[in-house]
């Protein structure tokens, strides 16, 4: 049975930024807190919300919400003017533009649970030519909460879509366990740097080694 709304991870599920991402991110700190970023608490699965706010705690920063407001900022403009580097060093991960193109073919909607800030996301997905397959309004960002299953919520609350009716696919521990928190069907692509074994035995209903094989993918979400 095809979904009514598929959901996507952005980084290591969609995209590869090899990097670029970490200097924007360390700028962006710099620019907020006049500190060089000397270390980073781990981002995988987690949201800039957190990632800041652990991260400003390593380096004796006080933590306030207008500090994360600020960093938004700082960091989505950085995004903006540095688009093009992005796209010369990153890139969409193999088959991911053929599974968007072929699910929007048969109507299903499409949109981003992601612990990006919106407009970085905004920006990876128009850099690698994957935001026009999404309904971006009705995805869920950093700005929205601080785990996933928080913004999978919210997700399915802009979009009108009960859980039962939708895919999550994503590539971390954290992906499977707030999509299974909040009820959805879990994909997981093993495509950054948790292993197929790992993903499974957190519980994902399906594991695909990547997003090359455009008919097992289309299969799997289809359920």
């Known amino acids: 049975m095809v979904p009514e709304l598929v959901l996507w991870d952005i ?17 962006a700190f710099r620019q907020v807190t006049g500190v060089v970023l000397r270390e980073q608490v781990s981002v995988t699965g987690s949201t800039e919300r ?37 796209r010369e060093r ?3 991960l193999p088959g991911a533009a053929a599974v968007l193109a072929a699910l929007e073919d048969r109507g299903v909607r499409q949109s981003v649970v992601t612990g990006n800030i919106r407009q970085a996301a905004e920006v990876k997905l128009a850099t690698f030519g994957l935001d026009g397959y999404m309904r971006l309004d009705e995805g869920a960002y950093a700005e929205d909460g601080e785990g996933r299953p928080e913004l999978l919520c919210a997700a399915l609350k802009r979009s009108a879509t009960s859980p039962s009716d939708a895919v999550f696919l994503g590539d971390t521990l954290a992906d499977v366990a707030g ?5 959805v069907r879990v994909v997981a692509v093993a495509t950054g740097r948790t292993s197929p074994s790992d993903l499974s035995a957190a519980g994902a209903h399906v594991v695909l080694g990547g997003l090359s094989d455009t008919d097992r993918a289309l299969a799997v979400i289809g359920g």
């Open 179 to 183: 999509g299974l928190e909040a009820g």
């Open 50 to 86: 957190v990632i800041l706010r652990e991260t400003a705690r390593l380096h004796d920063i006080r933590y306030r919400d207008d500090l994360f407001t600020r960093f938004a900022d700082a960091l989505g403009a950085l995004h903006v003017r540095r688009a093009a580097e992005l």
């Open 11 to 27: 980084d290591h599920t969609l995209m590869a930024t090899r990097g670029f991402g970490g200097e924007l991110w360390a700028q």
């Open 90 to 92: 990153g890139h969409a």
